[in-house]
């Protein structure tokens, strides 16, 4: 096995000249985001992971797609205006002339079945109760093929709504689809055949499970043109893996493992691209379900543990200077969504050892005889999962693993394949005492899903009335004041304990271009904007 040098060393080596039409790229899922897992599911309805969403995002079209800065980009949207006449309560849609890829034309009768199919799907429709979705949609009318109008059943923040809700109406093929039934759509989520008809940039043309997806260009997609002929996206386990895939030529590009950037950033013959971080946060999911760790319902437990973890640290450490600090619930890039004590940098919990042992002796904990605390003999012990083959997640939790001891919690860590982590969390809630993952958000983050009761996101248990109260002000009420109070009390409740985000960058052969514009912050791939010059065909 080579080390992590040799193989930086060896990718330099020169390539072969290559046209200026890209030919085969292929590339990891979870680009910018970590190393990838297996594709499990293309259906947009049903996808439970990043890695899903980016291979159904390359099919279907975005009803709305959000912008870096969290406006509406409608040269990339289905959606071509709304108008709200009333302001908050009615939306009149007008999509613009588009086709699938068999050349029917894509209506407002495909968005009304991906909404009926969505009420039908119930919970494991994924955007469930996204936007308040499909429960708030009291009516939808067809005006004629490219327009319809929405009634909800009560006033709601226009922004929230367009950006968290009707996004999730992310058309599909009611003349195709509407020949299955629920259990044959489910059944037939990850096979390539099911999704021939697509109206985006790529359709899936071969699925090898546990080894790659491969995608082709859409030959009737009406939007920009593409510079490629197939796109594969190449499953790993870890990203040293990844980085041995570009230093053999199976890649084109891979996240640059932290601890080389600033050596890769230096190397001749390659191309580094340092990204945002995305949209969301890392968090250690507490079970506040499990009966074997009912200290976590105690907000002062989940405090002590946030002021116990020094996320500068984990910063410096584990992502080797490249992320950003989250206290709350709201990401601080960008800036736009963030209360006035976020932007003042006040939030009531930070890296506080001492405050983390004030807290826990408010709440009962006395140290035992070896140090760690103990409540009338119950031990502040417990099991975190984490992805097998994740280096950064596993070196963050090493560093929490030592913060923790410090202050007389004990963690004990335990590596679980992704897939299978994230059946746990869903399937077999009680199952787990701590989870270790990243989450991304809508492009609205108000929380609902992710911490109001019985929320779809929410698989730990937490339940709060006065979170529900400032969820729902942040949906209902025009503007940010509820957003606002939502923000800064998710930092003073923890209802998972918010961990630092990474920015990725990237390692590309040289000639691939354009991967700074590829990938959104909030997680959509514009693969159109990959384009070659001399040295990066595969």
């Known amino acids: 096995m080579l080390s992590r040098l040799a193989l930086l060393a060896l990718i330099i080596a020169p390539l072969p000249a290559a046209a200026q039409s890209c030919g085969t790229i292929i590339i990891p899922p979870g680009i910018g985001a970590g190393a990838g897992a297996d594709i499990t599911s293309f259906n947009p309805m049903l996808v439970q992971s990043l890695y899903d969403s980016e291979a159904a995002n390359l099919m279907f079209m975005q009803l709305v797609w959000i912008a870096p800065d969290h406006s509406i980009d409608y040269s990339r949207s289905l959606m071509s205006a709304f108008a709200s006449p009333d302001n908050g309560t009615t939306y009149n849609i007008t999509l613009r002339p588009w086709h699938w890829s068999d050349g029917v034309p894509v209506t407002a009768a495909d968005v009304l079945y991906t909404f009926n199919l969505g009420k039908a799907l119930g919970t494991t429709w994924t955007a469930f109760g996204t936007g308040g979705m499909p429960g708030i949609i009291k009516s939808f009318t067809i005006t004629d093929p490219t327009h319809f109008t929405v009634v909800l059943t009560h006033r709601v923040n226009p922004t929230w709504f367009i950006l968290n809700g009707l996004q999730t109406l992310q058309a599909v093929p009611a003349h195709i689809w ?35 997806a491969v995608f082709l260009p859409n030959p009737n997609y009406e939007g920009p043109k593409l510079h490629f002929s197939r796109l594969v996206l190449k499953f790993f386990a870890s990203e040293d893996a990844e980085l041995q895939a570009v230093e053999s030529h199976d890649l084109d590009m891979a996240n640059v493992p932290f601890p080389l950037f600033d050596m890769a950033k ?253 990938i959104s912050p909030i997680g959509l791939w514009a693969p159109d904007e990959l384009t070659c010059t001399a040295g990066a065909q595969s």
């Open 266 to 518: 230096n190397l001749p013959g390659l191309h580094v691209v340092s990204l945002p971080a995305l949209y969301g946060w890392n968090e250690l999911i507490p079970n506040l379900a499990n009966p074997s760790t009912p200290y976590f319902a105690d907000v002062r437990v989940r405090q002590a543990m946030a002021d116990a973890i020094d996320q500068a640290q984990i910063i410096k450490l584990a992502m080797h200077g490249h992320g950003d600090q989250i206290h709350s619930a709201i990401p601080i890039e960008p800036p736009t969504f963030l209360s006035p004590a976020a932007l003042a940098n006040h939030y009531p919990t930070g890296y506080d050892p001492a405050k983390a042992k004030e807290l826990l002796a408010e709440a009962g904990y006395t140290p035992g005889p070896d140090g760690v605390m103990q409540n009338h003999g119950a031990r502040l012990a417990f099991t975190i999962l984490v992805p097998a083959g994740q280096d950064l997640r596993i070196e963050m939790i090493q560093t929490i693993q030592q913060n923790f001891r410090a202050v007389g919690i004990v963690m004990t860590v335990q590596q679980v394949e992704f897939n299978q982590l994230l059946a746990l969390l869903v399937d077999a809630r009680q199952s787990w005492q701590a989870i270790l993952l990243a989450t991304t958000l809508s492009a609205y983050p108000s929380g609902e899903g992710d911490f109001n009761t019985g929320g779809y996101y929410n698989d730990n248990g937490y339940s709060n009335p006065k979170m529900d109260s400032f969820i729902t002000a942040s949906t209902d009420t025009p503007g940010l004041s509820g957003l606002f109070a939502y923000e800064d009390y998710t930092a003073e409740q923890q209802p998972v304990i918010f961990l630092p985000e990474e920015k990725y960058s990237i390692l590309t052969r040289g000639g691939l271009n354009g991967i700074d514009k590829f």
């Open 178 to 212: 509407g020949h299955y039934n629920l259990d044959g759509i489910w059944q037939h989520q990850s096979s390539p055949a099911f999704f021939r008809v697509v109206d985006g940039p790529l359709y899936v043309d071969k699925l090898f499970v546990g080894q790659d």
